[in-house]
């Protein structure tokens, strides 16, 4: 049966206790024994002074020796006296009447000690009476006188130690006892305190508020033990909030991740990186450690057991399915590891398409440049007729306009790409804002002979940025004014809408375009022909400032060729 922590720690202490009582009385009795010996030893060699004496007083010799038996009588009658020769021969004994017969007494134990000594003591059976006795020797100058008690009952008595001492002991050690199973008891409230605490962690119950420890050193302990676990478990808490946020980084995150062991094997790794896997292997796999045996990603393999590797991390690209991929591999202090997967697929075309818009930009700005170099060299080198220069300024205004044109439109499609947050939003109405438009193109209009109209109703209001619903309608107008001919007509209306968006319609009476243009006319520089659309002096990005500034707008553009002649776009703006 296990015992219980108070069992032992009382069973510790009465232990204790219990070897110290009894080695205290133990002690205590055999000196109070010695004591009790010395001082009986001590009358006895009175005793012995005396028969010495009597000796001395009736000079020594064989009669001074034969008249010890009146002193013998003068004491105690159990007293029994010897008195031995130097050659051990007995020469008077009170309590033996024939001492020739007795043996030689040099090799008692007491006449041995006393021969030493000067005195000695032992407790022995006499082998001439038989009965046991405490003698006492003492060696005077030519003999030895020996004196003797019975060692019966009384004299044990005399020798043996008190028990009041015995009893007090204990007494002490009851009182004691109460004591410790106290001290026990309240050892043991704290330490079952503790145990059932430990025993509600290891379970996983809920710790109470307050655990009512007592006050003193092991309680102390528990409470400082209560406060530390609480900190561990909020630490804890803080720690799986942590994981969970990150988890769910990882889950929700169009990166694909994962993260191996530094034993290669999968820790966790979310459903991008496996689909992302998938994408760039011939085979179809749902095991992340794949991704370690396949061929393609042997510069990950080899970044992963090069011992000798002066970074931490490394980067490469894959291209595949169609797909351009960025693989990271990072690698810790513990030997594990992470692979990261993006699709930059979308990021590379960005970067292909922008290249191509610089190059589109340069090659657009060397025409009126080369044409305003050649203008102003003419002007500077030859001397030409007042109407010659006056022609050639002309040209070379227009070509300045044109680059201007250029310059703004490149400027308003990169802000709308890259900084769309810097538009001021605003309450605006648009009828009002169309009607600026055709004022401000009345000139160009009266010129083609082009007739504008607008049907769109005088409350109409939305919220957006006036520069950019400007363009809308500034560059389709431009585009009808430069592409779709003379003596045609311009409408412009709002044919529905519903409770998110308002629905247009912009068409002109011109010319339109074929079939095969009409996925491409909203795309960056893009011409239906070439030579003409340079004539014209466009910078063939209008159409596709119609098309992001419409999306600013949360809308969408569609373009069609209509059955009457000439292009209608049908576009919806957000409310």
């Given at each position: 049966?296990?015992?219980?922590?108070?069992?032992?720690?009382?069973?510790?202490?009465?232990?204790?206790?219990?070897?110290?009582?009894?080695?205290?009385?133990?002690?205590?009795?055999?000196?109070?024994?010695?004591?009790?010996?010395?001082?009986?030893?001590?009358?006895?060699?009175?005793?012995?002074?005396?028969?010495?004496?009597?000796?001395?007083?009736?000079?020594?010799?064989?009669?001074?020796?034969?008249?010890?038996?009146?002193?013998?009588?003068?004491?105690?009658?159990?007293?029994?006296?010897?008195?031995?020769?130097?050659?051990?021969?007995?020469?008077?004994?009170?309590?033996?009447?024939?001492?020739?017969?007795?043996?030689?007494?040099?090799?008692?134990p007491e006449i041995m000690n006393a021969?030493?000594?000067?005195?000695?003591?032992?407790?022995?059976?006499?082998?001439?009476?038989?009965?046991?006795?405490?003698?006492?020797?003492?060696?005077?100058?030519?003999?030895?006188?020996?004196?003797?008690?019975?060692?019966?009952?009384?004299?044990?008595?005399?020798?043996?130690?008190?028990?009041?001492?015995?009893?007090?002991?204990?007494?002490?050690?009851?009182?004691?006892?109460?004591?410790?199973?106290?001290?026990?008891?309240?050892?043991?409230?704290?330490?079952?305190?503790?145990?059932?605490?430990?025993?509600?962690?290891?379970?996983?119950?809920?710790?109470?508020?307050?655990?009512?420890?007592?006050?003193?050193?092991v309680g102390e302990i528990g409470r400082?033990?209560?406060?530390?676990?609480?900190?561990?478990?909020?630490?804890?808490?803080?720690?799986?909030?942590?994981?969970?946020?990150?988890?769910?980084?990882?889950?929700?995150?169009?990166?694909?991740?994962?993260?191996?062991?530094?034993?290669?094997?999968?820790?966790?790794?979310?459903?991008?990186?496996?689909?992302?896997?998938?994408?760039?292997?011939?085979?179809?796999?749902?095991?992340?450690?794949?991704?370690?045996?396949?061929?393609?990603?042997?510069?990950?393999?080899?970044?992963?057991?090069?011992?000798?590797?002066?970074?931490?991390?490394?980067?490469?690209?894959?291209?595949?399915?169609?797909?351009?991929?960025?693989?990271?591999?990072?690698?810790?202090?513990?030997?594990?590891?992470?692979?990261?997967?993006?699709?930059?697929?979308?990021?590379?075309?960005?970067?292909?398409?922008?290249?191509?818009?610089?190059?589109?930009?340069?090659?657009?700005?060397?025409?009126?440049?080369?044409?305003?170099?050649?203008?102003?060299?003419?002007?500077?080198?030859?001397?030409?007729?007042?109407?010659?220069?006056?022609?050639?300024?002309?040209?070379?205004?227009?070509?300045?306009?044109?680059?201007?044109?250029?310059?703004?439109?490149?400027?308003?499609?990169?802000?709308?790409?890259?900084?769309?947050?810097?538009?001021?939003?605003?309450?605006?109405?648009?009828?009002?804002?169309?009607?600026?438009?055709?004022?401000?193109?009345?000139?160009?209009?009266?010129?083609?002979?082009?007739?504008?109209?607008?049907?769109?109703?005088?409350?109409?209001?939305?919220?957006?940025?006036?520069t950019l619903l400007y363009s809308i309608?500034?560059?389709?107008?431009?585009?009808?004014?430069?592409?779709?001919?003379?003596?045609?007509?311009?409408?412009?209306?709002?044919?529905?809408?519903?409770?998110?968006?308002?629905?247009?319609?912009?068409?002109?009476?011109?010319?339109?375009?074929?079939?095969?243009?009409?996925?491409?006319?909203?795309?960056?520089?893009?011409?239906?022909?070439?030579?003409?659309?340079?004539?014209?002096?466009?910078?063939?990005?209008?159409?596709?400032?119609?098309?992001?500034?419409?999306?600013?707008?949360?809308?969408?553009?569609?373009?069609?060729?209509?059955?009457?002649?000439?292009?209608?776009?049908?576009?919806?703006?957000?409310?």
């Amino acid at each position: 049966m296990k015992t219980t922590y108070r069992q032992r720690i009382f069973g510790y202490f009465l232990l204790i206790f219990l070897l110290f009582a009894a080695g205290v009385i133990l002690i205590e009795r055999k000196q109070e024994q010695r004591f009790r010996t010395a001082d009986l030893e001590a009358r006895l060699d009175g005793y012995t002074e005396m028969v010495h004496e009597f000796i001395n007083q009736h000079q020594p010799g064989q009669d001074s020796i034969g008249r010890l038996d009146e002193l013998s009588r003068l004491m105690p009658q159990h007293i029994r006296i010897s008195v031995i020769s130097d050659e051990g021969r007995v020469w008077f004994d009170n309590e033996v009447t024939d001492v020739d017969r007795m043996d030689n007494h040099l090799g008692r134990p007491e006449i041995m000690n006393a021969l030493y000594s000067s005195y000695g003591s032992n407790i022995r059976t006499s082998a001439s009476t038989r009965r046991p006795y405490l003698y006492y020797a003492r060696h005077f100058r030519t003999y030895y006188i020996r004196v003797a008690l019975p060692y019966n009952m009384e004299t044990r008595n005399m020798l043996k130690a008190d028990n009041l001492f015995t009893y007090m002991i204990i007494a002490l050690f009851v009182v004691a006892l109460i004591f410790i199973h106290y001290v026990a008891e309240r050892f043991s409230q704290s330490i079952l305190q503790l145990r059932k605490f430990s025993s509600d962690i290891r379970k996983g119950q809920n710790i109470p508020e307050h655990i009512p420890f007592r006050e003193d050193e092991v309680g102390e302990i528990g409470r400082e033990l209560i406060d530390i676990f609480k900190q561990m478990e909020n630490s804890k808490k803080t720690v799986e909030k942590e994981r969970e946020k990150l988890i769910r980084h990882f889950r929700f995150s169009g990166e694909g991740l994962c993260i191996f062991n530094p034993e290669m094997e999968k820790i966790y790794a979310n459903t991008h990186f496996i689909r992302y896997l998938n994408l760039m292997t011939d085979r179809p796999t749902f095991d992340a450690e794949d991704i370690l045996k396949d061929e393609v990603f042997k510069p990950v393999i080899d970044f992963i057991h090069d011992k000798g590797k002066e970074s931490n991390h490394t980067v490469f690209s894959i291209s595949k399915n169609g797909k351009t991929f960025s693989v990271q591999a990072i690698a810790f202090e513990d030997k594990s590891f992470e692979i990261i997967i993006k699709d930059v697929t979308k990021a590379e075309k960005t970067r292909l398409l922008k290249q191509e818009m610089t190059s589109n930009i340069a090659h657009e700005l060397r025409t009126p440049v080369t044409s305003l170099r050649g203008y102003l060299e003419t002007l500077n080198n030859r001397e030409l007729e007042e109407s010659k220069q006056k022609q050639f300024i002309e040209r070379a205004f227009q070509q300045t306009i044109r680059l201007s044109n250029l310059i703004d439109d490149v400027s308003i499609i990169s802000k709308i790409e890259e900084a769309p947050a810097q538009f001021t939003i605003e309450k605006l109405n648009l009828a009002l804002l169309v009607n600026e438009v055709r004022i401000d193109l009345s000139d160009k209009l009266a010129a083609a002979h082009i007739r504008f109209t607008s049907s769109i109703p005088d409350n109409l209001t939305l919220i957006g940025n006036y520069t950019l619903l400007y363009s809308i309608f500034r560059n389709l107008a431009d585009n009808s004014i430069s592409y779709a001919g003379r003596h045609i007509e311009i409408h412009i209306s709002q044919y529905a809408e519903d409770e998110h968006y308002y629905y247009f319609s912009y068409y002109d009476t011109g010319s339109g375009v074929k079939e095969e243009h009409l996925s491409r006319l909203f795309e960056r520089f893009y011409r239906v022909n070439e030579g003409r659309t340079r004539d014209t002096g466009g910078s063939g990005l209008g159409l596709s400032i119609v098309r992001h500034a419409i999306l600013f707008h949360k809308g969408d553009i569609q373009v069609k060729n209509r059955t009457d002649g000439g292009l209608e776009f049908l576009f919806t703006l957000k409310k």
